[in-house]
């Protein structure tokens, strides 16, 4: 059993950052997050591969460029950098863990343990 614990959400304006930090009680082989909006179905963001000490991340086309995951073992602690954040940003955003599908998909299917969530709001 992992427990995710998510931090650093908030309101910005565009063009903003923000970093959200997800507490582990342990690793899985891939952590990543999800954000869902009002609405909308719950959707891929990131994810980084932990066994090879965070040197493989991948990213949805939507955030690519402008958003970045990396993991701090020392702290069991993975990140979400998120920079020049757009109104479609907005969205609750999730921490997950799971096995090396979710690195390769992405997708709400491969996740075997979710956060509670963290609120982003991007106003224009």
């Known amino acids: 059993q992992v427990q995710l614990v998510e931090s650093g959400g908030g309101s910005v304006q565009t063009g903003g950052s923000l970093r959200l930090s997800c507490v582990a009680s342990?690793?899985?082989?891939?952590m990543g997050w999800f954000r869902q909006a009002p609405g909308k179905e719950r959707e891929g963001v990131a994810a980084?591969?932990?066994?090879?000490?965070?040197?493989?991340?991948f990213y949805d086309d939507s955030v690519n460029g402008r958003f970045s995951i990396s993991q701090d073992n020392a702290k069991n602690t993975v990140y979400l950098q998120m920079n020049s954040l757009k109104p479609e940003d907005t969205a609750m955003y999730y921490c997950?863990?799971?096995?090396?599908?979710?690195?390769?998909?992405?997708?709400?299917?491969?996740?075997?343990?979710w956060g509670q969530g963290t609120q982003v709001t991007v106003s224009s």
């Open positions: 997950a863990a799971g096995d090396r599908f979710l690195c390769r998909d992405i997708a709400t299917s491969t996740v075997r343990y």
């Open positions: 980084i591969y932990t066994a090879d000490g965070g040197d493989s991340a």
């Open positions: 342990g690793y899985d082989e891939c």
